[in-house]
C-alpha cells in the first residue's frame, strides 16, 4: 500500500516549456486534489476532483489544467511554464469530499523550478 | 474564502515543555482538521475535530475548539525533538478544505 505518490519528485523548466505532473493513490479514494506551496505560505488549492469524472477549479487555478484519468490517477499540466509557477506541488486524496469530513493523505511533492 | 490562520507564526520551546499552537477562522464550519508538515515533506493529519465537538485528545495532542469565537488550539504536551515541524489548521469550505499558512515549531534541545 503506497499511499499518494507523485511523479517526478524533481523537475526544471524553462519558461514556456509544458509538463505533467501524475499522481496516484491506491486507498480506493474518491476525492484528489493538487496543491501549491510557496515559502512562508500554506497550501492553495489549484484543482481538485470530487469523485471520478468530475473537476473544480479552486483558489489559483490559472496557468493549470487537471485530468482525473481514473479514479487512481489525477494529472496536473502546465501548459506554458511560468517563473511565477516556481513552487512545490502536492497532490492528495480523501475517502470522501462533501464538507471534508475526512482527513486527506498527501504526496511526497514534487520541487519544481521554472527559469 | 475562509480561511483558518494560525498563531503564532513561529514558536521555539525548550524539549520537554509544552507547544500550544492556536488558529481562527472567520465563517462558520462543520469541522476542523491540524497537519504536521515535516522539512520537505507531504503534510500528515494529526486530528480532526467537530463542529459540536469542543476538546479532543490523541496521544500527547489536545485540541480545543470554540466555536463561539471561531478559535481552536493545538497542545502539544512533553515536546520532544521529533515534534520540530510545520503545523497547520484546515476549515472545510463545501466540498474541500482551505489550510492557513502554518505555525513553524522548533524543540530545542
Known amino acids: 500500500n503506497a499511499g499518494v505518490t507523485q511523479t517526478p519528485k524533481f523537475q526544471v523548466l524553462k519558461t514556456g516549456q509544458s509538463m505533467t505532473l501524475q499522481c496516484a493513490q491506491d486507498?480506493?479514494?474518491?476525492?484528489m486534489y493538487w496543491y501549491r506551496q510557496d515559502p512562508g505560505m500554506g497550501l492553495r488549492l489549484i484543482y481538485y476532483?470530487?469523485?471520478?469524472?468530475?473537476?473544480d477549479k479552486g483558489e489559483v487555478p490559472n496557468g493549470y489544467n487537471v485530468s482525473r484519468l481514473n479514479k487512481r490517477e489525477f494529472s496536473l499540466r502546465l501548459e506554458s511554464a511560468a517563473p511565477s509557477q516556481t513552487s512545490v506541488y502536492f497532490c492528495?486524496?480523501?475517502?470522501?469530499?462533501?464538507?471534508?469530513?475526512?482527513?486527506?493523505?498527501f504526496g511526497p511533492g514534487t520541487r519544481l523550478t521554472v527559469t | 474564502s475562509q480561511q483558518g490562520e494560525e498563531d503564532p507564526q513561529a514558536l521555539s520551546i525548550q524539549e520537554g515543555e509544552n507547544a500550544t499552537m492556536n488558529c481562527s477562522y472567520k465563517?462558520?464550519?462543520?469541522?476542523l482538521q491540524w497537519y504536521r508538515q515535516n522539512s520537505g515533506r507531504g503534510l500528515v493529519h494529526l486530528i480532526l475535530?467537530?463542529?459540536?465537538?469542543r476538546e479532543k485528545h490523541s496521544g500527547r495532542l489536545r485540541v480545543t475548539l470554540d466555536t463561539s469565537k471561531k478559535s481552536s488550539s493545538l497542545l502539544i504536551t512533553a515536546s520532544r525533538a521529533a515534534d520540530t515541524a510545520s503545523y497547520f489548521c484546515?476549515?472545510?469550505?463545501?466540498?474541500?478544505?482551505?489550510f492557513g499558512k502554518g505555525t513553524r515549531l522548533h524543540i530545542l534541545p
Open positions: 492528495a486524496s480523501s475517502a470522501l469530499a462533501g464538507r471534508s469530513s475526512y482527513e486527506q493523505y
Open positions: 486507498m480506493n479514494h474518491n476525492s
Open positions: 476532483s470530487a469523485s471520478e469524472g468530475t473537476t
Open positions: 465563517t462558520s464550519i462543520n469541522n
Open positions: 475535530i467537530r463542529s459540536n465537538e
Open positions: 484546515a476549515t472545510d469550505e463545501k466540498d474541500k478544505i482551505i
